[in-house]
């Protein structure tokens, strides 16, 4: 249970995030949500989990500012007075052939999926060490651990957050901070609801269990990470891909 603790998550408002977000405030946590641009899906989400009655708060910006990582770290300290957990979720994808990405194209996908998770983990760090403790979790992606034709931006970033996990987790567990990564294989949300019948086909055939996962699945393995039970847990990377990376 995460009664009592306050978590922030970025991307919190819809797909995974949210999943997370629900998870977080059923068994009992109060969380701050940011979100970039979908006011519509901050508002509903907001509404929808005051259910569980914990507080549910959001803040507006884009992770690849590190002053918007300041200000939600700010925040959320003045609201929770600390921040036990956070979520690095936030994230986009942006697929070309090598032959056709340009440098925008690899810049913005960095910017936002591993830049942006470096700046809410130097924004929130901080405030966990003068705590003495904190979980930190990245979501990374099987593409990370993997690699994908059309996807080296995005693999390359999702690369990039396990690295930074794992030199996290040697720094800060004297400090008693666990820092973890999960590694989502195919999950049904926004972000893949564009791929094609063809693209989804192929990927299902290479899943295990032969079928897509769903955002509550990583929402589980995440609210696993932030519990009592894994505290002894650290620098680790936990696949939820129903066996894609075997
Ligand atoms: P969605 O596209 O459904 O949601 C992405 C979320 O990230 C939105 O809330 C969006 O905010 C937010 N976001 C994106 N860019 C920024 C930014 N620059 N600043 C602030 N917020 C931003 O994605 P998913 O829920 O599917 O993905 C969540 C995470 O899981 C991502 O990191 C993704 O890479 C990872 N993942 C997903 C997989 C999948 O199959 N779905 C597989 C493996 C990993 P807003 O709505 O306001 O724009």
Redesign the pocket.
Known sequence: MLKGKSAVI????????KAIAEEFCRQGADVLL?????ED??KKTAEELTQYGTRVEVIK????DPDHADAAAKLAKDLFGKIDILVN?????KDKLLMRMTPSDFDEVVK??LN?SFYFLNAIAPIMIKQKGGRIIN?????GVRGNAGQVN?SAS?AGIIGMTLSAAKELGKRGITVNAI??????????EILTEEQKKAMTDAISLGRAGK?SD?ANAVAFFASDQAAYITGQVLGVDGGMAI
Do not use: F, H, Q, W
């Open positions: 970025t991307g919190g408002v819809r797909g995974i995030g940011c979100y970039r641009s979908n899906a901050a910006g884009d992770v690849s979720n936030a994230g986009i994808t936002a999926n942006g979501i990374s992606s099987v593409v995005y999702k590694a989502p294989g195919l999950i049904e949300t926004d972000m893949t955002a990583v």
